[in-house]
């Protein structure tokens, strides 16, 4: 069960492609508009409603931009969920009711560990970012560096009550439903720390650490890939590759942005002052790019076309991040919202990346720079083709297995 952005349903295909080759029958839940993630993997799908590109897109959604902090975007994006969150109650309960084990996305956790509990079914976390309160590192939702040991641990705790906040309304209609008694508001959160819920997330260690003061039950497994359905380049784009040196991808994914035209004429800008060529996807921020020297494209699976590229300049959502160390090759972070920031500063940190260019302070100029560095220094190539290979050795769905055979036996 799974709700947000097409990222935060992507590798969830992944996940349950390797449950289903295991002999599980795995059914995804998320948002109705990406069924065709599933489409051809033998994978069930119930629909949720709500169009999340929809919700961007309005008024509420178009306000995230208006925020200039981590702690701005956090308040706005928890106004935002709540209207919604009710919303997706029934779906959830339904789906829950054929089903044997609950995996929640971080996304759902509140509301759908209640209704594991009121169907006396087990459950646990995927996670796709490390939600855990730690000293080590500031919560990935503020989109912020370090505060220190107990900032960060201060912070963490004011950002899981603001997930609960989501569900403040949902939750108790919910235990009613199922017959559960009434519960103060964050119960929810303290039962799951003090049982030791378990919870597998879904990056590599050697992308973030396990943090050394995490309770038990709290793993991380490794990468879950997702289900590429095509993974043949279409004939155009591969043409293009072909007809040069390698280009620089340019992608925000299923980031909005508030002047799609500028931001365009910036990044075609930067390609041909460093003397690059550009493959730039249109996303939901509706890039484009137009000459000799860009293709402009829509739709395509990151793990065949990465690996053509000289760098990959993308909005630092922790999937497409992700796609990018597996591809081995250096990126230009391109943070905008949410936990973008934290991944940013991770491929800074790892070596693979120059330096993150946030959304708010991209320009030709500061774009130029940053991709001169990422194709021209050998070091950022070198790293990252070594971590790459490192993190394509890993199996993220083995430990989910079996944690999902421990909670079933």
Known sequence: MTAGSRGDVAPYTGLGLGLLRAGHEVTLVTHGCFEPLVA????????????????????????????????GKLLRVVSLARSVAGRMTDGLVTAARASDVLLLAGSVVPLGHTIAEGLSLPSMGVYLQPLTTTREFAPPMLATGSWGPVGNQVAGHGVALAVERVFAAAVPTVRARLGLPPARPGAGHRQRERRLWPVQHGFSPLVVPR???????LDIAGYWWPYDRETELP?????????????????LGSATVPDAEGLSASIVAALRRAGLRGVIQRGWGELRGAGDDMIT????????????????????????????????????????????????RRLVRLGVAPCAVPLRHLTADTLTAALVRAT??????????????????????????????????
Do not use: K, N, Y
């Open 211 to 217: 943090p050394r003061d995490w309770r038990p039950g």
């Open 376 to 409: 021209r220094e050998a070091g950022f190539r070198r790293r990252a083709a070594a971590l790459g290979t490192r993190i394509r050795a890993e199996d993220g769905v083995g430990p989910v297995l079996q944690a999902v055979h421990r909670l079933t036996r």
């Open 40 to 71: 051809g993997s033998g994978m069930g799908f119930h629909a949720l409603p709500v169009d999340p590109r929809a919700e961007l897109e309005s008024g509420r959604g178009r306000g995230l931009h208006r925020s200039a902090t981590g702690v």
């Open 297 to 344: 494209i829509g739709d395509v699976a990151h793990s065949a076309l990465f690996p053509h590229m000289a760098a990959v300049v993308h909005h630092a959502g922790a999937g497409t991040t992700a796609a990018g160390l597996r591809a081995g090759v250096p990126a230009v972070p391109v943070p905008i919202q949410f936990d973008a920031g934290f991944w940013a």
């Open 235 to 251: 004939d155009e784009l591969r043409e293009f590759l072909e007809a040069g040196p390698p280009p620089v991808f340019v992608g």
